[in-house]
């Protein structure tokens, strides 16, 4: 038996290896983002094992404050983000906190790797062998410092072999420490992920084939008198399996604390992700069942060819030398069983599956470090010249493991035609993009990217392509995108997971500016025409046809505006040289003065779009504000405030004759919207129970940051309110300076309501803060509303 000591010089080359080891693993940890699935494995997932691994450092050192029973917590993803992102200010550093733990046991991983490779093999040499492979594998150097539950199964998987094995080696009593830790082991496995479930049927294969072959060499099977010692033998096989199973399922009861309900819980969501399928790409295939050829292609294309030979060549030799004892299948089996499981499997999404696989593969591949074993001066040079151009692959891929794919494929630049999601792209280069984009000086550009770390954690100030909004508020036209700066992540660009997968079809027909870390890809537009400002009713700008947008706008930058013409109204010609209006059908206005802001002549087109529905596109060069405002009788724009009015109090009524001054100031509000004036559309005179109603009519100044509503209120002669109306169905996010908007106002007056002056106030709130915008007056004072007009009454 092998045994390890410091004084062998061959030792302390291991050690050296898992130094250098960990060091690129802090490294790129340093380097890479967070990836989309590590904010839930932080919090907590199913099985609990290697999920408490990560959240053990997370909650000790910064015990965070997570308010959710989990037995309430249906959507992990979204609680894991408002953890991060919301409830905690510091989601960064708990994720390196989450990867250390990953981190130490891919360490150990590689310790047990060399332990086991070198008992086997009777060979320091061979563990040395087995250690290099793993720790200059990229696949496996891409996932050993996430903070994901890949490594853990790995770990707890190989443990687990390795101690079965250790006690089948010499199973008396002096084992019983042996045979206990294996079925620990195995526990540990089943509760480190559901795949560790593959670990039993091995088990219960080689614990047959053992004593198969045992029975064939000692020649009882041939002698009628000794069957029943063989069937004894077979028994005492099986109940140590039976023993090993209890002693698991005990284990993985304790570590889920024997909550049968949250077991309950993760045991349906993996039957029915399983079921269910999930989507991926292939070959440039979308689906949610999977394909057979998935996992054995991803194996080929992102495993380095070099690997893949030597893998290859350890195969032929161990069949041609016929050395098929079960010492050697043991890691061999577990491992067809993982490929097996992965064929057969409909969640084809990465080659992070095979990643327990590949520590066995390499303690299989060891044979050929043994000393003497390669008889060919050949085939040693082969080996070794495999194993130097492995290591020249590793460190060129650095820090970029997660992409890597072999020339097969391309290389890495290629990737992305095969294979997505964790193969290539996981949201690992955010990070990256922030200092790209600081490098090139790139401000606001229209960002994708797969993955569950915000934009505000890396410093990026950008615009979020919408991926799963409503149509009807989009502002992405897939097949003309506007004028800027794209960075679209490959998971994205594909359309993996996209409601609309063909979304960024545009850009996959187009060769990248630039590319940062293999998975964002970096797009510049130009503008192929002159500004053109869209307003948008009941209809999303993706909604209309290709056709009529070339026919109408005849360019690509489209800035559109929101709005419900129903009952308001945008001009959106500011900072636009042509102006259009986009109207659905069941948007159509039904209100004569609204229908009027829409030209009777001139260039307009009804379409048919997206869903049948119709719409109306209308071209509307001059804004029709003013000239409404010119039409009516009336001072509409002459507008009055009281000084002496406080917020808190209504205005004395002996005070209106004589504080009310004529406002000679422009009627800014807050600095965003100007009044321009109003229109009465109701009858001169009004009767109790009558409807009041009103157009104001305004300009943007600036940009608003919020949405506003305005308000309109009726004021008795003691200032009290008789009505309101709060409405601004016009969507701030968009507008632009100069944009024009109008605004229905519709109030009910009482049914008993006396006779009387009444008094129109207007003003602007925020709807978030329910704060009023201000009006500067002078040096000193600001008003809040102003009064229109005096509002007569008449009795029935």
Do not use: C
């Amino acid at each position: 038996m092998l045994k390890v000591s410091l004084k062998k010089p061959i030792n302390w080359a291991a050690i050296l290896l898992l130094l250098i080891f960990w060091g690129r693993l802090v490294n790129t940890a340093a380097t890479k983002s967070i990836t989309y699935d590590e904010i839930k494995h932080s919090v907590v997932q199913n099985p609990p094992l290697v999920n408490a691994i990560i959240g053990a450092p997370v909650a000790l050192v910064f015990e965070p404050n997570f308010p959710y029973p989990i037995q309430l917590v249906s959507n992990w993803l979204k609680v894991s983000k408002a953890f991060m992102w919301d409830i905690n200010n510091n989601g960064l550093q708990m994720i390196w906190a989450g990867r250390l733990g990953i981190m130490l046991l891919s360490v150990l991983l590689g310790a047990l790797i060399y332990r086991w490779a070198g008992q086997l093999f009777q060979s320091a040499q061979a563990g040395l062998l087995a250690l290099l492979l793993f720790t200059f594998d990229p696949n496996i150097l891409a996932h050993s410092f996430l903070a994901t539950t890949d490594i853990g199964l790995a770990f707890f998987l190989t443990l687990a072999g390795f101690l079965v094995w250790r006690y089948w080696l010499d199973p008396g009593r002096t084992s019983r420490f042996l045979y206990l830790s294996a079925g620990i082991a195995v526990g540990m496995a089943l509760a480190a992920k559901f795949s560790g479930l593959i670990i039993l049927p091995v088990l219960i294969l080689i614990a047959g084939y053992r004593w198969f072959t045992e029975l064939v060499h000692s020649g009882r099977w041939l002698k009628p008198v000794s069957s029943r010692s063989a069937l004894s033998s077979l028994f005492r096989a099986l109940a140590e399996v039976v023993g090993w199973l209890l002693i698991a399922g005990l284990v993985f009861l304790m570590i889920y604390r024997f909550d049968f309900e949250i077991l309950g819980m993760d045991f349906t969501w993996q039957r029915d992700h399983q079921l269910n399928g999930h989507s991926a790409y292939f070959f440039g295939e979308l689906g949610h069942e999977g394909w057979p050829l998935y996992f054995p292609t991803a194996f080929v294309i992102k495993t380095p060819i070099p690997v893949l030979l030597l893998m290859l060549f350890g195969a032929l030799l161990f069949v041609l030398r016929r050395k098929l004892d079960w010492e050697r299948l043991l890691p061999l089996v577990i491992t067809v069983g993982i490929f097996l499981a992965g064929i057969f499997s409909r969640v084809n999404i990465g080659y992070r599956y095979l990643l327990p696989a590949l520590p066995l593969l390499y303690v299989v591949v060891a044979q050929l470090g043994q000393p003497d074993y390669l008889r060919s001066r050949f085939a040693q040079a082969g080996v070794v010249a495999a194993l130097v151009l492995t290591l020249f692959l590793s460190m060129w891929t650095h820090p970029h493991y997660l992409a890597y794919f072999n020339e097969l494929a391309g290389g890495p630049d290629n990737g992305w035609k095969i294979l997505a999601d964790s193969n290539i792209d996981w949201g690992q280069d955010l990070q990256a993009v922030s200092e790209y984009l600081d490098q090139k000086d790139i401000t606001l550009p229209n960002i994708s990217w797969f993955g569950t770390a915000t934009l505000e954690a890396y410093g990026i100030q950008g615009a979020t392509i919408p991926v799963k909004e409503s149509t009807m508020n989009d502002s992405f036209y897939p097949d003309r995108p506007s004028p800027g700066t794209y960075i679209i992540s490959v998971t994205q660009l594909l359309g993996v997971y996209l409601d609309e997968p063909k979304r960024f079809h545009w850009f996959q027909e187009r060769e990248p500016q630039d590319k940062v870390g293999y998975s964002m890809f970096i797009y510049d537009v130009p503008a192929d025409g002159q500004p053109v400002g869209l307003a948008l009713s009941g209809i999303g700008i993706a909604m209309i046809e290709l056709e009529d947008f070339d026919r109408a706008f005849n360019s690509n930058d489209i800035r559109p505006r929101w709005y419900d013409a129903r009952t308001s109204f945008v001009w959106p010609g500011g900072q636009s040289e042509v102006v259009w209006a986009a109207v659905g059908d069941d948007h159509w206005p039904e209100h004569p003065a609204l229908m009027q802001m829409y030209p009777s002549a001139g260039e307009s087109i009804r379409g048919q779009g997206e869903d049948r529905l119709d719409y109306y596109l209308f071209e509307i060069s001059e804004s029709p504000v003013f000239s409404r405002l010119s039409q009516t009788s009336g001072d509409n724009t002459r507008f009055y405030y009281d000084s002496d009015w406080l917020p808190e109090a209504p205005l004395p009524s002996e005070k209106w004759n004589t504080t009310l001054q004529p406002l000679s100031e422009v009627a800014l509000f807050g600095d965003t919207l100007e009044l321009l004036g109003y229109q009465l559309l109701s009858p001169g005179s009004l009767k109790p129970g009558d409807v009041l109603e009103m157009l104001s009519y305004w300009r943007v100044h600036r940009s608003p940051e919020g949405q506003l509503k305005a308000f309109v209120h009726i004021l008795d002669e003691n200032g009290e309110l008789i009505a309101q109306n709060d409405k601004l169905d016009v969507r701030m996010k968009g507008l632009m300076v100069g944009d024009e908007l109008a605004q229905l106002h519709t109030l009910n007056l009482p049914t008993e309501l006396p006779a009387g002056a009444y008094y129109l106030q207007i003003g602007l709130y925020s709807e978030e803060t329910l704060e009023r915008l201000q009006i500067p007056i002078g040096e000193s004072y600001k008003a809040e509303k102003l009064i229109l007009e005096q509002v007569m009454i008449k009795s029935d």
